[in-house]
């Protein structure tokens, strides 16, 4: 257990110790007082209405959630496989199918002949990038996704190929994976076929309403339809193979209403094919392969061992992958399942129907195949919603991307990451009618740019680490990286003029604005932080001038009156920059009529109506004799409610822009607040007494709800007593960090429910672990810091959180 005891002697009653040194603010323990301390006032115990956006924000998404409530929860291989596999295994549910939408309309029917050796070659690439990323796992135990590994051994600029890359295939993944599994459902239900664009629409919006609640990443919801669809497609292959092999199952008719036009078959290796042709449906095919990445990136997701685990996790995926993609391809080259041009029923619904047959136990496996199908795809698709905010996160740490995206929202969530995800996937439905052909040219070259990207990285990684087993590690990264790099050449000419030109133009155009805002923050972060030392040490100027900007006399004005004069300034300035000779004559008339005190009004000519230029000359007069720091006081109504805002201006905004940039001048806005009648809800006096009283009893009498009830002769805040020992448990609120001239000493604000009291620890500017929103035991005498009760020099435990205990 951590403590903190240094003797520090103690002071007399009434004394105050060295400016800042935590004793210097009357502290008093055992010691007559004549009127007892009082606890401290939980923060948050104050009367502030809420904004309707937020009590509406509160109902549809529920109440917030805390800092506390974000825990590294780790996951066991179950669990995790179903987590992070959702992406890559739905991709079997249509990567036959692509397949052979390129190879039918050329080569009819020798299309099913030639789909197999396509898929051996995608297993290859399967096989490779696995144990690529085996690798990967192993030397970035925490998260080793393309853009980490690439950051790392390339630097945070040429990181960004990366991250352009992997952003694009979360996107694409979003569309591709909602736009297949409504496929699913239209081919179960045909009637819902004119509808796949809307629908697709209607379930990102409430994928991106579910995690904008906050559906975590890791949680037994993703296990079931996981399992129930690798469960359904292993008893669909298992039974279509021995129907297969005992002669049961026989071609069908290659003739069908709205499938694609039948091509002939020639002779050769390729049975007709150029070799374009078949770069172009092996591209589609290697759609297969994407989401691969995901158990990199969720490492820290694990139990331990954590690397380990993942490995297993990828491999028991990979075998996954492979067993149900080369099963179905399998089937097809049995069945002779035509594709649809509309993309309804698909190749897997074919398939499936064509096994089961027509009796009622086969019609029962169909539908609950087809609904496997529909729940993994769109499952599929959330993990998009999991990996793109932080990604995105991630970038905007660097300074590659604007700060919003490091903020957590009401749910704990990125939601400005969930929220540009769902824009971006919502055009990309629209503009390709949500067709899953269609998305496929945009799909793969991202995923295997990132595959590309991790295994050079892990090349460099390699040779810099030269771990134990480095060189075999190196063969097969390099082996990975050289197919990766291949299958995007292959994407890129193959799928050109089908969308993939998009990427090429996009993906650079993205790189170079990612660089460029990063030079943009680098550079203001050091004009912000350059001679900050001596900035603050600049001796102070001899006067202090307050200029105040009037528009009219009222009482937004009447409010920056009062603040004015609490500045205690050298001199005072009501200025009004005459625009409009009226108004102005009425101002000088109320000035002198409500009788403001001591301070003159001064109304300066402006004929050109250049307010902003008006108001800089004034305010540079008063700066130029260079002895004198100048407040300009701007008062701004603030308006409540969106129609009321765009009825006024924000003068005082833009005259606040151009004052600021002189020397020695600070703009100040002085807000006021405009609600009318009956709808001022903010109260003058901001504690609801009764209310809080009312909670600290039930919370100190009220021993079997008490925060204090987990640890023995611990007792609530609000219950110390003056001048006696106690065991207190709380969260800290506030840590009080002192400037580095002032004597030693820290001063911590811990509060439960019931109220809340100082702990003082002299000598120390710091305590490890002592940080706001950690918990733990303090034990000491009460004492008393200006009324309030204290504890100096307290005994202390840290109580670890779910999310400490599991690391």
Known sequence: MPESNPKVPPLSKGEEGPAGDGRGERFRGARSFESQPTTLAPLGSYDLPESRIYRLKNKFLGKPLVNEDLKGERLGNFTAMAVLSSDVISSSAYATEEILTILVPVIGVAAFSMVLPISILILIILVTVAASYFQVIKAYPKAGGAYVVARDNFGPRIAQIAAVAIMIDYTITVAVSVAAGVDAISSAVPALAPYNLELSLLFVLVLAYGNLRGIKEAGRLFALPAYFFILNMFVMLGWGIYKALSGQLHPLSTHVPGGYHLGHPGSGLLMGASLFIFLQAFANGGSAVTGIEAVSNGVSLFRAPQWKNAQRVLMYMAIILGTLFFGLSILASYIHPVPRISGTPTVISVIAKTVYGSSTFGTVMYYLLQIGTYLILIFAANTSFNGFPFLVSFAAEDSFLPRQFLRRGHRLSFSNGIILLTVIAEVILIGTNASVNAL???????????????????????????????????????????????????????????????????????????????????????????????????????????????????????????????????????????????????????????????????????????????????????????????????????????????????????????????????????????????????????????????????????????????????????????????????????????????????????????????????????????????????????????????????????????????D
Request: charged fraction near 25%; aromatic fraction near 6%; glycine fraction near 8%.
């Open 440 to 806: 496929i040219g945009l799909y793969a070259i991202g995923v295997f740019t990132g595959f590309t990207m991790a295994g050079t990285g892990m090349l460099k990684h390699h040779l810099r680490e030269k771990e134990p087993g480095y060189k075999r590690g190196f063969v097969v990264n390099l082996i990975a990286s050289i197919l990766s790099f291949i299958v995007v050449i292959v994407f890129l000419v193959t799928k050109f003029t089908q969308g993939a030109w998009v990427v090429v133009v996009v993906g650079p155009i993205l790189v170079y604005l990612f660089i460029r805002l990063n030079r943009q923050y680098v550079a203001e972060e050091e004009r912000l932080e350059g001679d900050v030392a001596l900035a603050c040490e600049v001796p102070v100027l001899r006067k202090h001038k307050v200029i105040l900007f009037v528009e009219e006399l009222d009482l937004a004005t009447a409010r920056a009156l009062q603040y004015a004069r609490t500045l205690v300034p050298d001199e005072i300035r009501a200025v009004h920059i005459e625009l409009d000779v009226k108004v102005a004559r009425k101002l000088e008339s109320d000035w002198s009529r409500l009788g403001v005190r001591r301070i003159d009004l001064e109304v300066v000519e402006c004929s050109d109506r250049r307010i902003r230029r008006a108001a800089l000359d004034v305010v540079a007069e008063a700066v130029s004799p260079g002895d004198a720091e100048v407040t300009a006081l701007l008062p701004r109504r603030s308006y409540p409610g969106f129609f009321r805002r765009i009825l006024h201006d924000r003068t005082a905004d833009s005259i606040a822009r151009v004052l600021s940039q002189l020397p020695h001048v600070n703009a100040t806005i002085i807000p006021f607040q405009v609600n009318l009648p009956g709808k001022d809800r903010l109260r003058t006096s901001l504690r609801r007494k009764n209310e809080t009283e009312n909670e600290i009893k039930r919370a100190v009498g009220n021993t079997n709800t008490s925060p204090t009830s987990d640890v023995p002769g611990a007792i609530a805040i609000g219950s110390v007593v003056y001048r006696r020992p106690a065991k207190v448990v709380g969260r800290v609120k506030s840590v009080r960090v002192q400037s580095l001239d002032s004597i030693a000493s820290l001063a911590v604000r811990l509060e439960d429910s019931s109220g809340g009291l100082m702990l003082v620890f002299p000598g120390k500017r710091r305590v490890p672990g002592i940080e706001p929103g950690k918990r733990l035991i303090a034990q000491g005498t009460v004492g008393d810091i200006d009324g309030h009760i204290a504890i100096m020099n307290p005994t202390f435990e840290l109580l670890a959180s779910e999310s400490d205990a599991s």
